[in-house]
């Protein structure tokens, strides 16, 4: 095991319910299980707080992790964008890899990449954000 990815996974900052929630969705792999719920609050189309929680292995709890902590105080359609072409990380194209993103450079690497439905997850259940 990955001890970078355990010490991503261990910040559970963002590991919780957010009750009075704007927007949230859930989703499950069918592959392997795993399920992430993730909770937000929306106002003016910026990201206020992002919670997350749901049972899933280690890389998956990572992903979610820095998936929050990247999406707080950013504009929803900029983390969309982020969703939408994160899968392109695993292939090494350092022109997609925006400086502000870097932090995602320790979960999305090749070696990674049996563990790619798991680390995907978070950011296609937040791809699919409904509004309460």
Known sequence: MDLEILNIASNTDNNRNIKSRTHYSKL????????????LI?????????????????????SASLLSKISINKNKIEINKLCNNIELYFNNNSKLVKKKWKSLNSLFKIKNKHRK????????????????
């Not at 929306?42 to 929680?53: A, H, T």
């Not at 439905?117 to 309460?132: D, Q």
């Open 28 to 39: 499950k792999n069918s592959l392997c299980g795993d399920e992430i719920k993730i909770d």
């Open 42 to 62: 929306i106002r003016d189309n910026k990201i206020i707080d992002f919670g997350y929680n749901g049972e899933s292995c280690i890389y998956c709890q990572a």
């Open 117 to 132: 439905e798991c680390i995907l997850l978070p950011f296609k259940a937040f791809n699919k954000i409904k509004s309460v």
